[in-house]
T-cell receptor
Framework: GQNIDQPTEMTATEGAIVQINCTYQTSGFNGLFWYQQHAGEAPTFLSYNVLDGLEEKGRFSSFLSRSKGYSYLLLKELQMKDSASYLCAVRDSTSGTYKYIFGTGTRLKVLA | DAGITQSPRYKITETGRQVTLMCHQTWSHSYMFWYRQDLGHGLRLIYYSAAADITDKGEVPDGYVVSRSKTENFPLTLESATRSQTSVYFC??????????????FGAGTRLSVL
């Protein structure tokens, strides 16, 4: 089967670092995505990993270990505007086409 | 550049009625997707389409119908709406032929209430 797990909620302080973990099980892994979603808005793309290792983009980094079925999103120098839900998604190509399975999302609250 | 647009943004209907949610993208992306988002479930894939005239079921297709006669449009129809279909519906598109990451771009969503 296909399954993605991530914590439901996290809280951190402005200026701090937070790590949001994601574990997954899928038969046709073809990439892992992180999306940011502010309340009442559409998800927007943050990062993509298809090979093992760390991808860095400004204050955001994402890590992938395919053998462990594990990824994390690291947010540095937290700002109030980072308060949002962070969605982990796996792309599956088992059927020969691409489809995406999303986790339930992690709601991050950044406190002043 | 309009991108991907959904209409209507808000819809209230009654159980048993047919409802169609529209999705239009201007990028000529080959892939289009419909998701529903409910508290505690995250985004769940309803249907997706790899190209015009090609559609496939996702995780929760029951009660929904899609069509894709043109690349730019991917309407989602609830044939006989039920209260359990009250949700926020997101449409997305992507293009693997020109984007190695095949990133999905989402519309603003349609908030549907079935009374």
């Amino acid at each position: 089967g296909q399954n993605i797990d991530q914590p439901t909620e996290m809280t951190a302080t402005e200026g701090a670092i937070v790590q949001i973990n994601c574990t997954y099980q899928t038969s046709g892994f073809n990439g892992l995505f992180w999306y940011q979603q502010h309340a009442g808005e559409a998800p927007t793309f943050l990062s993509y990993n298809v090979l093992d290792g760390l991808e860095e983009k400004g204050r955001f980094s994402s890590f992938l270990s395919r053998s462990k079925g594990y990824s994390y999103l690291l947010l540095k120098e937290l700002q109030m505007k980072d308060s949002a839900s962070y969605l982990c998604a796996v792309r599956d190509s088992t059927s020969g086409t691409y489809k995406y399975i999303f986790g339930t999302g992690t709601r991050l609250k950044v406190l002043a | 550049d309009a991108g991907i647009t959904q209409s209507p943004r808000y819809k209230i209907t009654e159980t048993g009625r047919q409802v169609t949610l529209m999705c239009h993208q201007t990028w000529s992306h080959s892939y289009m997707f419909w998701y529903r988002q409910d508290l505690g479930h995250g985004l769940r894939l309803i249907y997706y389409s790899a190209a015009a005239d090609i559609t496939d079921k996702g995780e929760v297709p029951d009660g929904y119908v899609v069509s894709r006669s043109k690349t730019e449009n991917f309407p989602l129809t609830l044939e006989s709406a039920t209260r359990s279909q009250t949700s926020v519906y997101f449409c997305a598109s992507s293009e693997p032929r020109t984007d190695p990451k095949n990133i999905q771009y989402f519309g603003a969503g349609t908030r549907l209430s079935v009374l």
